[in-house]
């Protein structure tokens, strides 16, 4: 297979030329083509088969010890202004960017296969959809790009001679993290990414595509590239009401996506229906309210905790057809990770190759990981049990309720909602997560992350909150938006809520209120619901534990917004006057 595209055939040339190949193969998307690569995997040891019995058509990669993450501080936006990539990013020179990655990508496809992969984020078609061509010497990128995108002659065939497509060019090259760049060119539609295997920095289409480039698009174009989950809530009467929603990671966002209502609401008959895990590409219809697409095809999940009881629809999807990365791999040919169903393996071989037992200890007593903390999971979303029928539907959902949420012990109640939605992108654009015990850094530290965009956006992100802004001026109704906290604590410092599947009674509250169906309490904040609104029937709780779970700390909140405004300076001038009002609004609502 070849391209009638002029642009694609010289610029593949250009690349192979760059990299030497010793050859290069068009990738079509058949069946036979995922055989054939798979077998060449296994024989070389890049993939290791399963039990195929146990995990029909599953296999298992392992990446370098240095590269099992994204690598953020090697993550750089490149424009002509360093003011147009923001303080949010990491900036370099166009002419830089490409002259030190040119010299990483020099000759480091010596001995290897160039794949050229033609795939489309969004379905193939689809007015909400972008096109892209990745170059890559991975057989592991070129299957998960199977997964995770539409790819193959059916692209090419809508690309024509002439369409526009982004130009992405990978290559493992030595795996050293002292020659690995993952370089974004918006002002070219080129992603650069070299040195790197894992998954985050060398699926092309993913963050880099359908976030860092694809916001800046939005921005230019009129419409919104946004870190989201897409889900919808169906009621007993048939109506849908969908959701788009925000969080930052830690916060269980692949887990609502699915979720299973739990057994208090059952009788209510509702019915969840997932549209996405990750990502949300949303435009303005002509009836001027907002839409949205998953330019998802798959879900690449964090395996350790993902179990039977925090999410049993993604366990159900994974028994066939995926790419397991970094977990422990068992001695009959299936895996494990940490937090996964019991029973815990005595052994096994762990992501690094080695040989592993449950009762290692490192040098400090501590128990050693089988499987990476960041491990992954590839899998087709038509898989999932809870898919929507309108997955491969050109034209998306129409989109209710936006939600933000974080990970805060007091301060934020269980959920509010925003007055207007200029109110409501300030409250999007405070969002703040405390860190874990898991992640790097002081534990309980707040960390800012607008709208779970702050890795992702690939402009500056003052104009990314204008951006917004504009949105909502040229909609005719726009969402409502939302903000909720799962993670709050009591005196002891347990959590207060249950989470996970009784996540539905407060997204129940919401949809309600989309529909003007209940009432809300007026606060500095936003609106909460009333007591009786939130359904608790089959939980253990008392109307007083959900009166804490509402309450607000004025002096709390006022010492929060300090933050706020330290934030916004880091913007300057050329922070939006609109946001700046909002927050003297608030400080004014506190200090009554």
Same mark, same amino acid.
């Given at each position: 297979m070849t391209s009638k595209h002029a642009e694609i055939n010289k610029w593949v040339k250009?690349?192979?030329?760059?990299?030497?190949?010793?050859?290069i193969v068009w990738i079509d998307g058949s069946e036979e083509e995922r055989i054939r690569l798979e077998a060449e995997a296994f024989r070389t040891g890049e993939l290791i088969q399963l039990n195929q019995e146990k995990?029909? %058509?599953? =296999?298992?990669?392992?990446?370098?010890? #240095?590269? =099992?993450?994204?690598?953020?501080?090697? *993550?750089?936006?490149?424009?002509?202004k360093k003011a147009d990539a923001g303080p949010n990013n990491n900036w370099m020179k166009p002419s830089e960017g490409y002259k030190a990655a040119s010299e990483i990508f020099r000759n480091s496809m010596v001995g290897r296969t160039m794949y050229v992969i033609p795939f489309s984020m969004g379905p193939v078609g689809s007015p909400f959809s972008k096109i892209g061509v990745e170059l890559t010497d991975s057989i592991y990128v070129v299957l998960n790009m199977r997964i995770m995108t539409r790819i193959g002659a059916s692209v090419l065939e809508k690309l024509g001679k002439d369409g526009q497509f982004t130009k992405g060019l990978h290559s493992k090259a030595d795996l050293d993290v002292n020659r690995r760049l993952i370089l974004h060119f918006p002002e070219d539609n080129t992603i650069w990414s070299v040195g790197s295997g894992y998954g985050g920095n060398v699926l092309l289409g993913k963050k880099c595509l359908s976030l860092r480039l694809g916001s800046y698009q939005g921005y230019k174009e009129g419409w919104m590239a946004e870190h989201m989950l897409i889900m919808g809530i169906e009621d007993p009467t048939g109506y849908i009401g969908y959701i788009a929603a925000a969080f930052p990671s830690a916060c269980g966002k692949t887990n609502l996506a699915m979720l299973i209502p739990p057994e208090g609401l059952k009788r209510k008959g509702y019915r969840i229906w997932t549209v996405g895990d990750d990502i949300a590409w949303m435009r303005i219809d002509t009836d001027g309210t907002l839409w949205a697409v998953n330019p998802e095809a798959g879900f690449f999940g964090v395996a350790p905790g993902t179990n039977a009881k925090t999410n049993p629809n993604m366990m159900t999807s994974i028994q066939k057809n995926t790419i397991y990365t970094n977990v422990l791999l068992k001695m009959d040919g299936t895996v494990w990770w940490e937090g996964g169903d019991p029973p815990v393996p005595s052994e096994g071989i762990d992501w690094q190759g080695r040989p592993w037992r449950s009762d290692l200890k490192d040098e400090n007593g501590k128990a050693v990981l089988s499987a990476?903390? #960041?491990?992954?999971? *590839?899998?087709?979303?038509?898989?999932?049990?809870s898919i929507t029928n309108r997955f491969e539907h050109h034209h998306g959902v129409p989109i209710s309720a936006i939600v933000f949420g974080g990970r805060r012990a007091k301060l934020a109640p269980l959920v509010y909602e925003a007055f207007t939605w200029q109110h409501g992108v300030y409250v999007g654009a405070t969002m703040a997560s405390e860190r874990t015990a898991a992640q790097y850094g002081k534990q309980g530290e707040v960390r800012r992350d607008p709208m779970a965009m702050l890795p992702f956006c690939g402009y #500056?992100?003052?104009?990314?909150?204008?951006?917004?802004? +504009?949105? %909502? +001026?040229?909609?005719?109704?726009?969402?409502?938006?939302?903000?909720?906290?799962?993670?709050r604590t009591d005196e002891s410092g347990d959590f207060m809520w249950p989470g996970y599947g009784? #996540?539905?009674? =407060?997204?129940?509250?919401?949809?309600?209120?989309?529909?003007?169906?209940? %009432?809300? =309490?007026e606060t500095p904040i936003g609106y909460i619901p009333y007591t009786g609104d939130i359904d608790t029937? %089959?939980?253990?709780?008392?109307?007083?534990?959900?009166?804490?779970?509402?309450?607000?700390? +004025?002096?709390?909140?006022?010492?929060?917004? +300090?933050g706020h405004k330290e934030f916004f300076d880091m913007f300057g001038k050329r922070m939006p006057k609109e946001m700046l009002n909002e927050y003297e609004a608030l400080k004014k609502r506190l200090s009554k």
């Amino acid at each position: 297979m070849t391209s009638k595209h002029a642009e694609i055939n010289k610029w593949v040339k250009e690349m192979a030329k760059m990299c030497h190949p010793d050859h290069i193969v068009w990738i079509d998307g058949s069946e036979e083509e995922r055989i054939r690569l798979e077998a060449e995997a296994f024989r070389t040891g890049e993939l290791i088969q399963l039990n195929q019995e146990k995990l029909p %058509g599953c =296999v298992y990669h392992r990446t370098s010890p #240095n590269d =099992v993450a994204r690598t953020e501080h090697l *993550t750089y936006i490149c424009t002509k202004k360093k003011a147009d990539a923001g303080p949010n990013n990491n900036w370099m020179k166009p002419s830089e960017g490409y002259k030190a990655a040119s010299e990483i990508f020099r000759n480091s496809m010596v001995g290897r296969t160039m794949y050229v992969i033609p795939f489309s984020m969004g379905p193939v078609g689809s007015p909400f959809s972008k096109i892209g061509v990745e170059l890559t010497d991975s057989i592991y990128v070129v299957l998960n790009m199977r997964i995770m995108t539409r790819i193959g002659a059916s692209v090419l065939e809508k690309l024509g001679k002439d369409g526009q497509f982004t130009k992405g060019l990978h290559s493992k090259a030595d795996l050293d993290v002292n020659r690995r760049l993952i370089l974004h060119f918006p002002e070219d539609n080129t992603i650069w990414s070299v040195g790197s295997g894992y998954g985050g920095n060398v699926l092309l289409g993913k963050k880099c595509l359908s976030l860092r480039l694809g916001s800046y698009q939005g921005y230019k174009e009129g419409w919104m590239a946004e870190h989201m989950l897409i889900m919808g809530i169906e009621d007993p009467t048939g109506y849908i009401g969908y959701i788009a929603a925000a969080f930052p990671s830690a916060c269980g966002k692949t887990n609502l996506a699915m979720l299973i209502p739990p057994e208090g609401l059952k009788r209510k008959g509702y019915r969840i229906w997932t549209v996405g895990d990750d990502i949300a590409w949303m435009r303005i219809d002509t009836d001027g309210t907002l839409w949205a697409v998953n330019p998802e095809a798959g879900f690449f999940g964090v395996a350790p905790g993902t179990n039977a009881k925090t999410n049993p629809n993604m366990m159900t999807s994974i028994q066939k057809n995926t790419i397991y990365t970094n977990v422990l791999l068992k001695m009959d040919g299936t895996v494990w990770w940490e937090g996964g169903d019991p029973p815990v393996p005595s052994e096994g071989i762990d992501w690094q190759g080695r040989p592993w037992r449950s009762d290692l200890k490192d040098e400090n007593g501590k128990a050693v990981l089988s499987a990476h903390p #960041n491990s992954r999971f *590839t899998v087709p979303a038509g898989q999932c049990p809870s898919i929507t029928n309108r997955f491969e539907h050109h034209h998306g959902v129409p989109i209710s309720a936006i939600v933000f949420g974080g990970r805060r012990a007091k301060l934020a109640p269980l959920v509010y909602e925003a007055f207007t939605w200029q109110h409501g992108v300030y409250v999007g654009a405070t969002m703040a997560s405390e860190r874990t015990a898991a992640q790097y850094g002081k534990q309980g530290e707040v960390r800012r992350d607008p709208m779970a965009m702050l890795p992702f956006c690939g402009y #500056n992100m003052a104009d990314y909150f204008k951006h917004w802004l +504009k949105m %909502g +001026k040229l909609m005719s109704r726009s969402p409502k938006i939302f903000n909720v906290n799962w993670f709050r604590t009591d005196e002891s410092g347990d959590f207060m809520w249950p989470g996970y599947g009784e #996540n539905l009674r =407060v997204l129940e509250w919401i949809i309600d209120r989309c529909r003007y169906k209940v %009432g809300a =309490v007026e606060t500095p904040i936003g609106y909460i619901p009333y007591t009786g609104d939130i359904d608790t029937t %089959g939980l253990d709780m008392t109307p007083e534990t959900i009166d804490k779970l509402l309450a607000i700390d +004025k002096n709390e909140w006022l010492e929060e917004i +300090k933050g706020h405004k330290e934030f916004f300076d880091m913007f300057g001038k050329r922070m939006p006057k609109e946001m700046l009002n909002e927050y003297e609004a608030l400080k004014k609502r506190l200090s009554k």
